[in-house]
């Protein structure tokens, strides 16, 4: 089979390689339907995460069950299926407390890489959901956007407590931040501000229910966040980048008793203690328990009433896997969808 190795950073190449099996009884194998590219995949092709040897890459993904191993009982061969980038077995105490990417068995969830024909789930029956059918052409990119990047967008805006009548700021316009804003929408904010300097994304950004757009970022992003909150700050705050400008100008953002729901990964970012103890600024995040949203969102993407399959605005085949890494480092594309 096809699938895409990172060698070194900027060196991503599609090879043939060998295609999985079943490992343990509890895996599945999936042919994959649509893979992409993830923001996150960025970190290591840019250098600032190491690369260690050439590594199989990709974690978003949906297909069709291939094969089951024999003590799996949710998922069957020929099923359509989605999963998220950890494998959870879905039943331990901390999955039912809805953190499945802190399950007590987790992995990670596209075993021997996503972006490939093929891809192992480990624990198959606590991480892949079953869409009520196979899934019309046109449902796919947006099954696949549940697969992380809505999930994690929704979690965002959980964490910040978003709720009906609450001013909710985005930090962060790449297709997190941007399902984001969509994800406050649907949970009933009132008013949605998307920080954004590309018009593209801004563009995006209201349609999926932005009020306002910010084009400042750092202190002047705050500065303009309060000008637009009575000098208060936002109710909550998304932050979806992952650095220490990112963060700060999210907590900042945020009026004191407010919430900032954090899912940009995280790189080397360090919190001043004493500020943050006089902001009263709430701070919940992670890596987004997608498993938990996962059956809601596939709802809301068969009843056509969420469309976020938007964000891919470059689609390619795998083999050209490497020109969708590059648009999207380069930020011409917002994400690329990979057909296998
Ligand atoms: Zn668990």
Same mark, same amino acid.
Not at 18 to 25: F, G, L, Q, S, Y
Not at 114 to 128: E, H, K, S, V
Not at 246 to 254: E, N, V
Not at 304 to 321: C, H, M, S
């Given at each position: ?7 070194? /950073?900027?060196? $991503? ?21 649509? =893979? ?9 092709? !840019? ?6 040897? /050439? ?17 799996? !009982? *949710? ?14 077995? *879905? =039943? ?13 068995? !987790? ?53 910040a407590?978003v709720?009906?009548?609450k001013?909710v ?11 984001? +804003? ?9 008013? $949605? $501000? ?34 637009? =909150? ?5 109710h909550s ?13 999210? $907590? ?7 919430h +900032? ?25 992670? /890596? ?10 596939? %709802? ?14 470059? =689609?390619?085949?795998? %083999? ?21």
């Open positions: 089979m096809r699938g895409a190795v990172l060698y070194a /950073p900027g060196d $991503i190449r599609v090879d043939d390689r060998e295609e999985p099996t079943i490992v343990e009884p509890t895996d599945a194998v999936i042919r994959m339907a649509a =893979t992409c590219v993830c923001g996150s995949d960025l970190w290591p092709y !840019r250098g600032i995460e190491e690369v260690d040897g /050439p590594s199989p890459m990709g974690h978003e993904y949906v297909g069709v069950v291939e094969e089951v191993g024999s003590e799996v !009982r *949710n998922v069957k061969p020929g099923q359509f299926v989605v999963g998220s980038f950890f494998a959870s077995d *879905n =039943t331990c105490e901390i999955c039912r407390a809805g953190y499945q990417t802190s399950c007590v068995q !987790r992995q990670p969830g596209a075993a021997t890489g996503a972006q490939a024909q093929y891809c192992r789930i480990p624990l198959a029956d606590g991480t892949l959901v079953a869409t009520p059918d196979v899934p019309p052409a046109d449902l796919v990119p947006s099954l696949l956007a549940a697969s992380d990047v809505l999930g994690t967008g929704w979690f965002g805006a959980v964490a407590e709720c009906p009548g001013t700021a985005v930090v962060g316009d790449g297709a997190v931040g941007l399902l984001g +804003v969509l994800a406050a929408k649907q949970l009933g904010a009132e008013r $949605i $501000i998307a920080m954004s300097r590309h018009e593209s994304r801004q563009k995006l950004a209201l349609e999926f229910g932005a009020t306002d757009i910010v084009t400042e970022r750092g202190d002047d992003g705050v500065a303009k966040i309060k000008d637009l =909150t009575d000098g208060l700050g936002a705050v998304i932050e979806a980048v992952g650095t220490q400008e990112s963060m700060m100008q999210a $907590i900042r953002s945020t009026r004191p008793g407010g +900032v729901g954090y899912v940009g990964v995280s790189h080397d970012v360090e919190l001043p203690g004493q500020e943050l103890f006089f902001s009263h600024v709430h701070l919940h995040g992670g /890596p987004a328990p997608v498993r938990r949203f996962l059956p809601d969102l596939i %709802d809301l993407i068969w009843n056509r009433t969420i469309d976020p399959g938007k964000v891919f605005d470059l =689609t390619l085949p795998l %083999d050209q896997a490497a020109e969708g890494y590059k648009a999207m480092d380069e930020r011409r594309a917002i994400k690329t969808l990979l057909q296998p």
